[in-house]
């Protein structure tokens, strides 16, 4: 193998604050602690931390910064989910408001990123580009803005306009909130007078003075996820980040490929996009500990009533009376059935569950065990030496430019990597023992977008 | 039955009219610990939209792991917002500050704030109070939408809630509808401390100032007076009680503090100031006060060192905090959800 003559590519690394999906184990089973993980006053078999006090944010975040980690990431959701037309009672749920959180989390950390989640559907430009700038200020320049497209009318119940948008539009109506949130933080007061905003769009029209003066980023950070075409033409002609699903090396490759090629249409180098897949990990001392654990860890994931309720979703019937250990069901799914809503929908439920059921044969695998085979997403599991250099690897090899990781546990879930993996990481040379700047763009290795002249 | 006596509320607002706002976190996290350190209730921000400056709960929720006990109280506007984001906006504050958050209600009502969303065209002060009550109606709804104990992590069944004690809050206003629940489990307080702000004036051509009233007879925990007179304040405090009990409030109705323009020239003025509030305060006028100071950074040290002392002497003001939250600060209960109550009686 001849030696690659590029400078190694530095690994960029964001936290997820977990919860609010079924990845996340709120039982606490002692067996899925991590090793290093301080007892912190839970007993076996307690409830973990909690997905709502402030502490635990507090202690993800200072976790992340103690790492070195580029930002920290809150997703959204605006509506509890639904199953039968009832509230899904089964996993992790309830979660503060974003942009709030953030700003108490800007007191207690100095260098971390802090990136939120909040839909382009839901929201107008004006406020929300003061909220993102008010966020900036007062951290100091560590905003992100994690802009999703959200649309669906069972979400919009809870806001005024109804908010259900086609898929169609939910891209130009993005890249319109976009564009205007950019002209208000642009038009700001930066020794001079504010400069007047008027936009007049297709869904917009905004006109006035934003009255916020000019944040430390200039732009907060844009983070993108979604993975239509639109989506991914989106991210490239607007946005610092992506956030994507793509966590294998194959499938990553060939969207990191993908997207870093529409770049030059918008004038813009593969390195202004930066390429982040959700990933999970598992450790333990031995490859043989970390595999035990993750099958554990699954098991506790896809509980009896967690498989038959994802069994559900796909074939969209009522599956209730069927057993979790025994086979899957042979009846087809509803092409119509719609039992879940606030879930992203299944494009073709009728061949995944062809596929489920030729799976399950050919293994002899219950419903149970074929949901735990299907829907993992265990990224990363081995020793702590093992993961940095996969990670290393797959980022050298050109499959992300860092990752975005999601712990399985709250709190505390995050501790053991940055207490194992992240010292490794440095010593291989690919992540920083130090903040080099105090901006979440100069983590990022981002430029500051310029303030373009005056037009008037 | 004699009213429990306790003595005059406390509060400081933080901005001030001819100050220009800041954008740095550390100018609002000293005064914020100044006035803690004076042992005050809360403090409020203003915020105006289209206004200039940070966003101020923003602020608020900024400062808020930098204090401990003092009430956090920004201003949000109900017009051309979310009903939904405000109420889980406050309640986030209510959890990263450990109950003490509050809220001044707020509208908008010029055509230049409407451009600049651009959804609807400006509305008279009735109608966007007349929204503003029901956007402060469906945030004490969606607070109470899960029910205390509604997260039970019942390990035998696999449950992490209880959906018996979650409810769809199914509102729906002129302007707006919500279905519910929050997204935001119910907030340490409960429900977050509403602060409504009227002047002393009864009324007037736009009848703006008595949809105001209403709101706040109806629906403030707290009701702030600007006055300039003992008489002004207490007629406003008799004509605001007398409207919560023809909606049909408890007794009490919302406290009522006066709130008063201050400029604190010399240690003269904050005697002088310990003076005037502890005689107002004797002659049953308001609940308290809201003081509002022509530069805080000038003035709110004064305050603290000169006027805060000589209160505590006079025992109308306590030496140390009590309690933990906002509301208890301010000697009003923990609202129980409407909903856990609606099920209790229902059994
Ligand atoms: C990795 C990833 C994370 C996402 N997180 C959220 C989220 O937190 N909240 C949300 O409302 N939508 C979220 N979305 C949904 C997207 O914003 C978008 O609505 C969806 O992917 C459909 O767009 P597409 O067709 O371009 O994929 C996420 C999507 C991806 C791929």
């Known amino acids: 193998m001849s030696p690659d003559p590029r400078p190694r590519k530095q690994i960029h690394l964001a936290a997820h604050f977990p919860g609010v999906n079924n990845t996340t184990v709120w039982a606490d089973p002692p067996t899925l602690r991590p090793t290093t993980a301080p007892a912190g006053g839970t007993s076996p078999g307690s409830a973990l931390g909690s997905q709502i006090d402030f502490a635990s944010f507090v202690h993800l975040a200072r976790t992340a910064e103690r790492g070195r980690f580029d930002f920290f990431f809150l997703a959204e959701g605006l509506r509890l989910r639904e199953h039968k037309g009832r509230i899904h009672d089964l996993d992790v749920l309830g979660r503060p408001e974003t942009l709030t959180v953030l700003n108490a989390l800007a007191a207690v950390t100095e260098r971390l990123g802090l990136a939120g989640t909040v839909s382009a559907t839901f929201n107008e430009p004006y406020e929300l580009a003061r909220r993102f700038a008010s966020l900036d200020h007062l951290s100091g320049g560590r905003a992100a803005w994690n802009i999703v497209t959200t649309s669906d009318a069972f979400t919009g119940e809870n806001f005024r306009r109804g908010g259900y948008l086609d898929h169609a539009d939910r891209y130009t109506r993005a890249a319109e909130f976009l564009a205007t949130a950019h002209a208000l933080w642009d038009s700001g007061p930066a020794g001079g007078p504010p400069r007047r905003v008027d936009h007049r769009g297709r869904h917009f029209a905004v006109r006035g003075e934003f009255g916020v003066a000019r944040s430390p980023q200039g732009h907060p950070v844009v983070i993108q996820a979604g993975d239509s075409a639109e989506g991914r033409e989106f991210a490239a002609s607007a946005a610092d980040v992506i956030f994507t699903r793509h966590s294998g090396p194959e499938a990553g490759r060939a969207f990191y490929a993908d997207v870093k090629r529409r770049l030059p249409a918008y004038g813009r180098r593969p390195e202004d996009l930066k390429i982040m897949p959700g990933v999970t990990f598992v450790l333990g001392d031995t490859l043989a500990e970390a595999q035990e654990r993750a099958v554990e860890i699954r098991r506790q994931q896809v509980s009896p009533q967690t498989a038959l309720l994802t069994l559900e979703q796909v074939w969209g019937v009522d599956l209730s009376s069927y057993d979790p250990d025994g086979p899957l069901p042979d009846i087809d799914p509803d092409p119509h059935g719609e039992l879940a809503q606030g879930r992203v929908r299944i494009a073709d439920p009728q061949a995944v569950a062809d596929r489920w059921r030729a799976l399950s044969r050919a293994k002899g695998l219950s419903i149970r065990e074929t949901v735990i085979e299907t829907t993992g997403r265990q990224s990363f599991v081995g020793t702590p030496d093992s993961v940095a250099r996969e990670m290393d690897h797959f980022v050298q090899s050109d499959a992300a430019d860092g990752f975005i990781l999601v712990p399985h546990l709250t709190p505390e879930g995050l501790d053991p990597f940055v207490e194992r993996v992240v010292p490794l990481l440095q010593e291989r040379g690919v992540h920083r023992t130090e903040y080099t700047g105090t901006t979440l763009r100069s983590h990022l290795g981002l430029p500051d977008p310029a303030r373009p002249a005056r037009k008037d | ?347």
């Open chain 2, 1 to 347: 039955m004699p009213e429990p006596h306790h003595p005059p509320r406390l509060a400081v607002a933080l901005d001030a009219p001819g100050v220009p706002p800041r954008h740095d976190a550390a100018h609002y996290t000293a005064l914020a610990r100044l006035a803690e350190h004076g042992t005050l209730d809360f403090v409020t921000l203003g915020d105006r939209f289209g206004g200039p400056g940070p966003d101020a709960l923003a602020v608020l929720a900024r400062i808020a792991p930098d204090t401990e006990r003092i009430g956090l109280v920004p201003t949000v506007t109900t017009t051309h917002t979310e009903p939904f984001h405000v109420s889980t906006a406050v309640a986030t504050l209510d959890w990263v500050s450990r109950g003490r958050a509050g809220w001044t209600v707020e509208v908008s009502t010029t055509e230049a704030e409407a451009a600049l969303v651009g959804l609807r065209k400006a509305a008279p002060p009735a109608e966007v109070w007349s929204e503003a009550g029901e956007v402060a109606d469906v945030a004490g709804r969606l607070w109470d939408s899960w029910e205390d104990d509604a997260e039970i992590r019942d390990r035998a069944t696999g449950r992490f809630v209880d959906r018996a004690k979650l409810h769809h809050v199914d509102f729906t206003g002129r302007a707006f509808s919500v279905r519910g629940p929050s997204i935001v489990p119910r907030p340490p307080q409960g429900r977050p401390v509403t602060v409504v702000e009227v002047t002393g004036e009864t009324g007037g051509p736009d009848r703006g100032p008595s949809a105001r009233r209403e709101v706040a007879a109806a629906r403030a925990d707290v009701a702030l007076v600007r006055a300039e007179d003992p008489q002004t304040a207490g007629a406003a405090r008799a004509d605001l009680l007398a409207r919560a009990r023809a909606h049909g409030r408890a007794p009490g109705g919302p406290l009522v503090l006066a709130s008063l323009p201050v400029e604190l020239e010399s240690s003269g003025d904050a005697a002088g100031l310990a003076a005037l509030l502890g005689d107002w305060f004797a002659q049953g006028v308001a609940d308290g006060f809201h003081l509002r100071l022509a530069d805080p950074v000038r003035d709110l040290p004064r305050l603290v060192e000169g006027t805060v002392p000589l209160l505590r002497e006079r025992g109308l003001l306590r030496r140390s905090y009590e309690g933990t939250t906002l509301r208890e600060h301010l000697g009003l209960p923990r609202p129980a959800s409407i909903y856990a109550l609606a099920r209790e009686a229902a059994r």
